[in-house]
């Protein structure tokens, strides 16, 4: 159950999502036969999702829906979600990708906080700015009303988000799918977030004890 005041959200993107339009009909399910689809297929573009999934509920919240997931993207989902519940504690779970940890976001988290802007040094030369393992120090102070909390190297698993992803990519964007634009794909994207949200949005049970022993 979480806490009153406290928010805990599992964030990422998904990236390179093709909008592969099938150039021939399926050929329908019969007696003894599975559908078949034919391979022949035709690319229209690509587009993405920056999500953050509401740990405690299930929701996912303010996601973008959009080609790009540079600096500025990353840190307009992170706007749009804080903006919610601005007075909150709330916690990102992140993986080490640059664009979380950018000078951007150290600005903006500066800005909540109440710290001089020059103060924070300068990018590639020197304070909290210098490099990525001083931007991540900044950004996981735990004093700070918005943390972010990194999962170590190659363990981006551990993150919710991507049990989400995998959903998604079963259910809607799976070899069956079939996308005349990124239009359509990306309306298909926004229409299964909302179906999602209102009838199947609910907080994982994760049973991973962090025991990676073997027996």
Sequence with gaps: MADAGVRVYS???KMAIQAIEHTTPKTPME????????PDYERHGTTGIIASRNVATGEIVNPLVQPTRKEEDY???IKRVVSLNPNDKTFFINDNLNTHQSES?????????GIDQGVLGVKGK?????????RSEFLSDKS???VFVY???????LNQIEIW???ITRRLLNRRSSFKSVAELEQKIWDFINYYNQFLKKPFKWIFKGNLSVV
């Design 31 to 38: 007696s003894s036969q599975i559908e078949r689809i034919d």
């Design 75 to 77: 840190l307009e989902h």
């Design 126 to 134: 020197s304070g909290i700015l210098k490099n990525m393992e001083s």
């Design 151 to 157: 999962t170590p190297k190659h363990c981006s698993w």
């Design 11 to 13: 964030t990422d993107e």
């Design 165 to 167: 992803f995998s959903i």
């Design 144 to 146: 700070h009303q918005i």
């Design 105 to 113: 976001l150290v600005s903006y988290i500066a800005g909540i906080e």
